[in-house]
Structures are given as C-alpha cells and as structure tokens.
C-alpha cells in the first residue's frame, strides 16, 4: 500500500500532482492520495502522515509531476529492510520558459550547488546518499520510520525534510538516491521569485545547523565565508595606503581570481547539458547564488526559531479516489 501526500494551499482547484498521481502505473487499489490543504508544509504533511494507510509515502508538492512508473522503479530499493528512504531529481521541463530553463542550468551546476545539484539533474548511478542530494518533492518513505523519527520539524522551513534524513540516518537508515526516479516541476518563474528562494535556502540551512549540526553541514558555511572575504577586500586594498604591506592585496584576491576563473569553467562545461546562451546567462547567476545564499545563511543564525505549535496551523485533508 503507498499513499501519496501532496501539501498545497487551501482553496487551490488545479493540483498537477494529483493528476500525476492518478496516472501512476500501480494497483488502483493499494494507492491512496491524500491532499492536505494549510499554510505550512511541514504541519500538513505530519498530519496527513497519521491518515495514512500506506506502508509507504511517496511526497509530491502541489505542481511536481511525477512519472507513471515512479513507483514501481522505486519499491526494488525498500526490499532491504534498512533502506528509509528513496528519491530523484526533479527536472525542469523541457517546454518550460527560457528564464527558467536558466535557473535549472544554475541549480543543476556543481559550482552553484554542489552534491545537491543531484537533486535537480540525474547524476551517477543508484546509490546510498544523504540529505543532500534528496528532495521532499520526489521522495518515498517508510511510514512507520517516519512516525518513530517524530515526523517533520514544524520549527523549521524549509530544512524540515533534511533534518528528517539526518535522523533516519542517525537511527541506521540508509537513503538511496536514483538519478532514473523523475519528476518534473518548473523551477521560479522570475528572477525576484529565484532570489528570495535562495535566500530561504540559505536561512533554511543555518536554521537546520542550529536545530540539528551535523559534520556535512560544514560545506554550508562556505557561501557566507566567502562573501565575507568580499566585504573585506577593500579593506585589505586600502591598508596597503596606511602600510608597507604592497603584496597584501594581491595574495589576499588570489582566491578571488581562482573563483572567476572557476565560475567560467562551470560555464564552459555547462554548454553540452544546457547550451551555450543558457549557460552563458546563468554565470552571473552562479555568483548571485553563492551572495544571496551567504546572505540568508547569516541571516538563518540569529532568527528566533518558532517552537512546534507555536503558530497553530488549520489543515484540512482530502482523501482522493486515485
């Protein structure tokens, strides 16, 4: 039996995710679609995990459109009683505007995202992962793990999926990353929009480190040093007016050279996936990127993170025929 939780906003009509849900190449009837309506994912989705009947949910956000036999390439990997979790990339689609088209360029590039660019490209083979290169709007799990784990932190948005993973793992579990288990789901849809997420991504991430730290936390820190070590570059260029120090500015914008040139390659080998206008727009994009990001992680260290029921959320849930 899977259930597939789909969180969305209350009073949205068209749901793409239950339309691709209702194609899924499964028995009618050991699939169960629940739909849970409020204004925090995290709340929605604990609710919606204790109607639950399925043995296994498959998460899917309101607009992911999740391939027909998404769930029959993915029970394979649950055999091993040890597996928690499974998940893929979810793909810009091809139809999807050129803007956005550039935003999947930059999420997919490893210099913008690193191992997480997996979650938005098929990268390598089957394999056991971390909370890295997983993302909550393709991913089965097992229910009972979930509910023993204590569900979603409701403290936390976005990250709640991550510090979730954390914990399977720390319990035994293993997660599995399969580049072949697709969905599709457009990227944002205006550069105003693509800023502000990476913003959140970055709060999001400091707030997880402070709620739950964890040693692969440590590549996060590396967007916020490095648009320190911006900051301070006039100040070191100005010292050398005060000091003797002539050599100062140029050893100290050595990794500010590497990083350029490092920026270019990521464009370069970009154009055999993406094409060379797409990877040439999404360069600067790169950059803006790792700033934005930075700015929100510090931002994630000194916000007061809400305590769960807090701020009491309404959810509703609708048990949908599949």
């Known amino acids: 039996m899977v259930t597939v939780i789909i969180p969305t906003r209350p009073g949205q009509s068209e749901i793409k995710a239950v339309t691709?849900?209702?194609?899924?190449?499964?028995?009618?009837?050991?699939?169960?679609?629940?739909?849970?309506r409020g204004n925090q994912p995290a709340v929605q989705r604990n609710a919606?995990?204790?109607s639950a009947k399925?043995?296994?949910?498959?998460?899917?956000?309101?607009?992911?459109?999740?391939?027909?036999?998404?769930?029959?390439?993915?029970?394979?990997?649950?055999?091993?009683?040890?597996?928690?979790?499974?998940?893929g990339p979810s793909l810009c689609p091809p139809d999807a505007p050129r803007i956005e088209q550039v935003f999947a360029a930059v999420l997919g590039s490893w210099l913008a995202f690193g191992p997480s660019r997996a979650r938005y490209e098929p990268v390598g083979a089957v394999r056991a992962t971390s909370e890295k290169e997983l993302i909550l709007c393709n991913q089965l799990?097992?229910?009972?793990s979930l509910l023993e784990a204590g569900g979603f932190s409701e403290a936390l948005y976005p990250n709640e999926e991550n510090a979730l993973m954390d914990e399977l793992q720390k319990r035994g579990g293993k997660l599995i990353y399969d580049p072949g288990l697709i969905a599709y789901r457009r990227p944002r849809s205006t550069l105003k929009s693509f800023g502000r997420m990476l913003l959140n991504y970055g709060r999001g991430r400091a707030e997880q480190f402070r709620v739950n730290p964890t040693v692969g936390s440590a590549l996060n820190f590396v967007p916020p040093l490095f648009l320190v070590y911006l900051l301070t570059l006039p100040v070191v260029w100005n010292i050398t007016f005060v000091t003797r120090l002539e050599h100062l500015p140029q050893?100290?914008?050595?990794?500010?050279?590497?990083?350029?040139?490092?920026?270019?390659?990521?464009?370069?080998?970009?154009?055999p996936r993406c094409g060379f206008v797409r990877s040439l727009l999404a360069v600067p994009l790169i950059v803006l990127t790792h700033l934005v990001y930075g700015l929100g992680f510090w931002r994630g260290l000194f916000t007061r993170i809400k305590k769960p029921g807090e701020k009491p959320t309404a959810v509703s849930l609708e048990i949908l025929s599949p």
């Open 20 to 36: 691709a849900a209702r194609a899924l190449d499964y028995p009618k009837d050991k699939l169960q679609i629940i739909v849970a």
């Open 48 to 50: 919606a995990l204790t």
């Open 54 to 87: 399925g043995e296994l949910i498959y998460f899917l956000d309101d607009d992911s459109v999740a391939q027909p036999n998404n769930l029959r390439r993915a029970l394979p990997h649950f055999a091993d009683p040890t597996v928690k979790m499974a998940g």
């Open 141 to 144: 799990a097992r229910r009972d």
């Open 251 to 271: 050893w100290y914008s050595l990794p500010l050279a590497f990083y350029a040139l490092a920026t270019v390659l990521q464009g370069i080998v970009t154009v």
